[in-house]
């Protein structure tokens, strides 16, 4: 028998998620092309609904995550700001950390 943990992570301010995995990986896709179109596409969501999780998570967290900047003849863009590099980095570490704990403790399963 394989016994397997599962387990999601996220983080969440006054009952609202600031971070999740999914909204993590929008971050890094805004980080890697630099527009939230482009991001949204990358990973298979409608911009509406991209732009309304980055929306959530600069209303929820401490300091502006992203700079947006409007469309037009050049276009428009977004870019993370160093608290979102940041959040980034902390959430990889905590999740991390948190499947090392779990991987862990899986074997007292195991071991029965």
Same mark, same amino acid.
């Given at each position: 028998?394989?016994?397997?943990? =599962? $387990?999601?992570?996220?983080?969440e301010?006054?009952?609202?998620?600031?971070l999740?995995? &999914?909204?993590?990986?929008? /971050?890094?896709?805004?980080?890697?092309?630099g527009?939230?179109?482009k991001a949204?596409?990358?990973?298979n969501?409608s911009?509406?609904?991209a732009?309304?999780l980055?929306?959530s998570?600069? =209303? $929820?967290?401490?300091?502006?995550?992203?700079?947006?900047?409007?469309?037009?003849?050049g &276009?428009?863009?977004?870019? /993370?700001?160093?608290?979102?590099k940041?959040?980034?980095l902390?959430?990889?570490?905590?999740?991390?950390?948190?499947?090392e704990?779990?991987?862990?403790?899986?074997v007292k399963?195991?071991?029965?």
């Amino acid at each position: 028998m394989s016994y397997k943990i =599962k $387990s999601r992570i996220w983080i969440e301010c006054d009952e609202h998620v600031l971070l999740g995995e &999914g909204r993590v990986q929008l /971050l890094k896709a805004i980080e890697e092309t630099g527009s939230l179109s482009k991001a949204a596409k990358t990973l298979n969501l409608s911009y509406k609904k991209a732009w309304n999780l980055i929306d959530s998570v600069n =209303k $929820s967290a401490k300091k502006p995550v992203t700079i947006n900047s409007t469309g037009g003849k050049g &276009g428009g863009g977004a870019e /993370l700001t160093e608290y979102g590099k940041a959040l980034i980095l902390v959430f990889d570490e905590i999740n991390q950390n948190c499947w090392e704990f779990l991987d862990k403790q899986l074997v007292k399963i195991e071991s029965l």
